[in-house]
């Protein structure tokens, strides 16, 4: 069997089990994103926000991008492991110190004093990542999925047990913290449970070096993609309040549970099976254009529901405390569904070996995204979600561009990946619309949740139909797909 053929199968067989992660993880993730938005606030959201997004910052210095470093690499020795190991957990201790000495300063800075004591307890989730990172690490450069799917499982039951009994107790925005850590303690308890490797007191400073030269590139990327996931938070609540931060929030992290449970499958495979069919051009080539043709199908009718569907889901869900989200909730779902046409363009870049790429490319994108940033969040959260929609349009041919240049597709090579996508979703609205219209009325005075699933089902079923008419021979090749990935399980 070629190289190609054993990549292909490994990948697909390891798409089914981070695809049953997902399905199985987040199917409670909506009951307990609802549960919680009735006993929590927005504040209390925007104050988790803050000490999340001063975690996320540290973490990209304690990685240094040594765990990509190890997936890209052809061969991870132990003295790879080992270095990757003692750097991140060396980092992140000294992090956590430096956290724990300016978190007082990092509070009043955005205006959220009682954010205080939340970003020091919330540090602690550094030192559980650093010391659970690597041995993640390993179990994605082997494409061991079906062990991942086990652990992650058993993280999401956390909520269920930790988060929502604090939060029903009175406990605030300590119920988020203790969710997060409780989580995180568990993941790595099970991690080391499952991993043969274990750490050894020695350091390889010359192998250090190598996989520092190669990682660089991979902070930097890690840096520019903390602003690209963070910054928005970060002028929100410099310019705003803990409230408006955590609507923005609460808003973004539905759009992104919706859009991870369809993609994440794909997305967290690409990146190891890409990197296995580096040295074969056409393959890879090959390979890349199928997924995105497969992420193209989900994209184009999850953007469309988002505006058509999104502010009834949270009318109908969320309460009167949260006026304002649904727009919110619309307007990102297409700014998502934008920046996913070229969601796998950076794992194919970094599979080829070129990880700076995107962040030369992001760099160029920071020098009039912050500006445009801070203009938006003096006019309110939803102007801000508008804004961020219109920078991902301006940003999107470059991204378009470097595919041209780098892997030899045409510059529109998008439009026969996701034109029949395109199409069916088009069918799907124009049914939304007119049932709305006219057989909406059929529902009128029932329960809001009745005319929520009806619209769901009816968006479902007639994409499904739109899309087996216009490219049959795609639904048929993906329905293949669906079968061998189960059947090799």
């Not at 987040?26 to 925007?46: E, M, N, W």
């Not at 990757?84 to 007082?104: K, R, S």
Request: with cysteine.
């Amino acid at each position: 069997m070629s190289e190609q053929s054993t990549v292909a199968d490994k990948a697909i067989k390891s798409t089914k089990w981070v695809a049953l992660t997902e399905l199985v993880t987040k199917a409670t993730a909506p009951f307990i994103a609802v549960v919680l938005a009735r006993l929590l606030s927005p504040s209390d959201y925007g104050l988790m926000t803050i000490a999340a997004m001063t975690n996320a910052f540290a973490l990209m210095f304690w990685d240094a991008g040594l765990s990509r470093a190890l997936i890209q690499a052809k061969e991870a020795t132990d003295e790879m492991i080992n270095v990757a190991f003692w750097v991140n957990v060396t980092t992140a201790c000294v992090l956590y110190v430096a956290v724990l000495i300016c978190a007082g300063w990092i509070a009043g800075f955005l205006n959220a004093p009682a954010a205080t004591p939340v970003v020091r307890v919330m540090g602690i989730g550094m030192l559980l990542a650093a010391l659970s990172s690597v041995h993640s690490t390993l179990l994605t450069r082997d494409l061991n999925f079906r062990r991942l799917f086990w652990l992650r499982v058993a993280g999401a039951l956390v909520p269920v047990f930790v988060t929502i009994p604090l939060a029903f107790v009175g406990c605030g925005v300590w119920a988020l913290v203790g969710g997060s850590l409780g989580g995180q303690a568990l993941n790595l308890a099970l991690l080391w449970s499952y991993s043969r490797w274990r750490p050894r007191f020695c350091f390889h400073r010359t192998l250090a070096r190598g996989m520092a030269r190669t990682g660089v590139w991979y902070f930097g990327e890690s840096l520019v993609a903390w602003f690209f996931g963070y910054g928005d938070a970060f002028v929100i609540a410099t310019f705003l309040n803990p409230h408006d931060l955590g609507l923005y929030r609460v808003g973004r992290s539905l759009v992104e549970l919706v859009y991870m449970t369809c993609l994440n499958p794909v997305l967290q495979v690409a990146y190891p099976a890409f990197s296995r069919l580096q040295q074969d051009r056409a393959s890879l080539t090959a390979a890349f254009q199928k997924a995105t043709r497969l992420v193209l199908a989900v994209v184009c009718p999850l953007a469309v529901c988002s505006v058509l569907l999104g502010p009834r889901l949270v009318e109908t869900l969320y309460g009167g405390k949260w006026e304002g989200l649904g727009t919110v909730v619309g307007i990102l779902g297409v700014w998502l569904g934008l920046g996913w046409l070229v969601g796998l363009n950076p794992e194919v870049y970094r599979a080829l070996g070129r990880p700076d790429v995107i962040t030369r490319l992001n760099l160029v994108v920071l020098t009039y995204c912050l500006p445009v940033f801070i203009l938006a969040a003096r006019h309110g959260v939803q102007t801000f979600a508008l804004a961020r929609l219109g920078l991902t349009l301006v940003t999107l041919p470059a991204h378009v561009y470097l595919a041209h240049r780098l892997i030899g597709l045409p510059l529109t090579y998008l439009w026969p990946q996701g034109k029949s996508s395109l199409l069916a979703s088009l069918a799907m609205a124009a049914a939304l619309v007119l049932f709305n219209w006219g057989g909406g009325r059929l529902l009128e005075g029932q329960r809001p949740w009745l005319s929520l699933v009806t619209q769901s089902l009816l968006a479902l079923v007639a994409f499904a139909a739109s899309l087996s008419v216009i490219d049959r021979s795609f639904v048929a090749h993906t329905v293949r797909l669906g079968k061998r990935a189960l059947g090799k399980g």
